[in-house]
């Protein structure tokens, strides 16, 4: 404000340097006064955007060390079952020193827990993708639908835990989430057949395709294992 009332006396001065010389000399004290002020707002913009520029650049750093830990121990359990991998395997694949895994996860199991949690909220999003008023049958091929996609998009996991740790903790995962959908769509009786009942039998079913889908590498494209399923199921 004071910079605009500035402009506008020096304007209808025309220029007059001998008023203006006054101006300055009179008002000397408010004009320091505003370039402090100004100055400062300028510093604190400054060291704001800098702390701002710092954390996203920190976030980012921390974002790509545990997508590091993340991959290595999905590799290792390409060929290895996840109680005989150790913290200095993750550490060495990863290419990092075991002060920096510690920084992130407290164990190994701390960061499985961390993985399956990423993976869990993935295949919630998916599984939230299929509509609400659809018919038994329908819904059953969609709960397998949504659970294809998220296994081709998320590969490398799936076949890591699914193939070579079935019997890995990591598989109840995907047990316990697929279920929740199931039980949360089914309430009651559905053709005389008791929920729990039925979400059992959806709940083997589709774990099941998926997981023989993926193991014999994928034969049948996605759409043509719908295409059979909705012959089988009438």
Not at 5 to 21: G, V
């Amino acid at each position: 404000m004071y910079c605009i009332t500035l402009y506008l006396f020096l304007h209808q001065q025309k220029y007059d340097f001998f008023k203006i010389n006054n101006f300055f000399i009179e008002n000397v004290l408010i004009i320091k006064q505003h370039i402090v002020a100004y100055l400062y707002f300028c510093l604190k913009k400054c060291i704001i955007d800098n702390g701002d520029f710092m954390k996203k650049k920190i976030d980012l750093r921390v974002i790509k060390t545990k997508n590091a830990i993340y991959d290595a121990l999905i590799n290792l359990l390409k060929d290895n079952l996840f109680e005989e991998i150790k913290v200095s395997d993750i550490c060495k694949t990863a290419l990092i020193n075991r002060s920096t895994f510690y920084a992130h996860f407290e164990d190994k199991y701390d960061l499985v827990m961390s993985l399956i949690e990423d993976l869990r909220e993935s295949l919630s999003k998916e599984l939230n993708t299929i509509a609400d008023d659809l018919s038994v049958k329908d819904y059953y091929l969609e709960l397998i639908k949504a659970f294809l996609n998220h296994i081709e998009g998320k590969e490398d996991i799936y076949r890591s835990i699914m193939v070579n740790n079935r019997n890995s903790i990591i598989m109840d995962m995907v047990y316990a989430t697929i279920s929740d959908d199931i039980n949360k769509r089914i309430d009651g009786l559905i053709n005389g057949v008791p929920g729990n009942v039925v979400s059992s039998f959806y709940l083997g079913g589709v774990v099941n395709i998926g997981f023989e889908w993926l193991k014999s590498g994928k034969t049948y494209s996605k759409e043509e294992m719908l295409e059979y399923l909705n012959k089988l199921i009438k």
